[in-house]
């Protein structure tokens, strides 16, 4: 059965950092996309990060975040594992929200309509 299962939500004070992971189990395909996506309450979910690599014998990746992350943000993903990871640095309150992973057999970008395959999320709280 396919799963995606997040982990490392926290709250967190203004500045400080934090390191979520996203295991994933039994995609119906080898490579595709996993990426990073956020709900604060009263708005959409947004893409945060993806990360997007090729399938057996392929050595492609692309990794894209949105602008208002740059800098602070880090995607990586262990093939090996098929664990998918995003470390946070310097967070701000505007960062709260429910961090969701989720995965596609191919590149969609950073649009949440496009994915498939979801975990259920994990809280994120920055304070001031």
């Known amino acids: 059965q396919e799963q995606l299962e997040e982990s490392g939500g926290d709250s967190v004070q203004a500045g400080g950092s934090l390191r979520l992971s996203c295991a994933a189990s039994?995609?119906?395909?080898?490579?595709?996309?996993l990426g990073w996506f956020r709900q604060a309450p009263g708005k959409e979910r947004e893409g945060v990060a993806v990360?997007?690599?090729?399938?057996?014998?392929?050595?492609?990746?692309?990794?894209y975040i949105r602008d208002s992350v740059k800098g602070r943000f880090t995607i990586s993903r262990d093939n090996t594992k098929n664990t998918l990871y995003l470390q946070m640095n310097s967070l701000n309150p505007e960062d709260t929200a429910m961090y969701y992973c989720a995965a596609g057999p191919s590149y969609y970008g950073l649009n949440p309509s496009r994915y498939n395959y979801w975990g259920q999320g994990t809280q994120v709280t920055v304070s001031s």
């Open positions: 990360v997007y690599t090729g399938g057996a014998g392929s050595t492609y990746t692309s990794t």
């Open positions: 039994g995609l119906p395909f080898s490579g595709g996309c």
